[in-house]
């Protein structure tokens, strides 16, 4: 009787060893998943592929690259003007400013484009 329950015992203990393994793998697979899932919706990578699927839209492509100059010329003054501050007032002066810079650079780009 006793050598019954001892094999039971060593059967029920393997069959434990083997889905404690088989859950440790299934745990990494899901931790490497959640790597990669993280990663990819990152804002810069987000930002990245947006980017790049922008440039290789053949009917965009003239466009994309003054489009994305004006908008940095106008985040980059909107940074000037505002800084670290945390007033309502000196933000929504930069807003405004990055506004009216982007929409100057965007005409000015186009401008070129035109008289090229």
């Known amino acids: 009787m006793k050598k019954l329950v001892s094999r039971e015992r060593k059967k029920i203990l393997n069959e434990i060893q083997a889905l404690e ?3 440790s793998i299934q745990f990494s697979s899901v931790k490497d998943q959640f790597r990669i899932t993280s990663k990819s919706l990152k804002p810069s990578e987000i930002i990245t592929k947006t980017v790049l699927d922008l440039y290789q839209e053949p009917r965009l492509q003239g466009s994309v690259g003054g489009s994305i100059i004006s908008l940095i010329t106008g985040l980059i003054s909107r ?8 007033s309502t007032f000196k933000s929504l002066l930069g807003y405004i400013v990055q506004y009216v810079t982007t929409k100057i650079v965007a005409t000015k780009i186009n401008q070129k484009k035109e008289s090229v």
Do not use: T
């Not at 940074?79 to 945390?86: D, L, Q």
């Open 79 to 86: 940074k000037a003007i505002v800084g670290k501050s945390n």
């Open 21 to 23: 393994h088989k859950q």
